[in-house]
């Protein structure tokens, strides 16, 4: 797990300048390995500035435009020195999803990909590697599901965390 921090240098700059209009209050990111210590997943949660309008904004401009789909705005993995995870570099991510929450100051986000040193030379989005019949290196290894999966766990886990958190409604007591 990666100290609590902001978000400088945990993203390729074109993503940073993507995730931008939201800004980054901070930046929680774990990287897990699988049994075998060959397939790792990092995952991150940033913590945003916005407001639900801009929120919303960015949620529809990644659809949109299909921003989450691109290799270039990849997520960068968190490679922990002395773990599994310490040979999970830029080359080495397979697959990952970004979700940004429109309704939420959050964005999620996962990297999968091999821990020990195979390059990925045609990563693919979560989407595309969980595809039926998809025979590249993150469909067959799974670690398209790793980074789907993962992320909407996180997802989950955060929007019921963020459900307890908010006030329950006021209701009129009668008289």
């Known amino acids: ?21 939201v800004g980054c209050k901070r930046l ?33 401009r990644f659809q949109a435009e299909g921003l989450g789909d691109r290799a270039d705005l990849m997520p960068r993995p968190y490679a922990a020195k002395g773990t599994a995870a310490a040979g999970f570099g830029d080359a080495q991510r397979a697959s990952w999803r970004i979700r940004i ?48 999966g993962i992320a909407d766990e996180i997802e989950r886990a955060f929007r019921r965390a963020l459900s307890k958190t908010e006030a329950p409604a006021m209701t009129e007591v009668p008289r």
């Open 101 to 148: 929450l429109p309704d939420a100051p959050a964005v999620v986000y996962t990297v999968s990909g091999f821990a020990d040193g195979r390059k990925v030379t045609d990563p693919q989005p979560a989407g595309e590697a969980t595809r039926g019949g998809a025979t590249t290196a993150p469909a067959q290894s799974g670690l398209g599901h790793d980074a789907r």
């Open 28 to 60: 929680l990111r774990a990287t897990y390995t699988d049994a075998t210590s060959t397939g790792v997943t990092t995952v991150g949660l940033l913590v945003t500035k916005a407001g639900s309008g801009a929120m919303r904004k960015l949620s529809e």
């Open 1 to 21: 797990m990666a100290p609590d921090s902001s978000c400088g240098g945990a993203f390729d700059p074109l993503l940073e300048k993507a995730l931008a209009p």
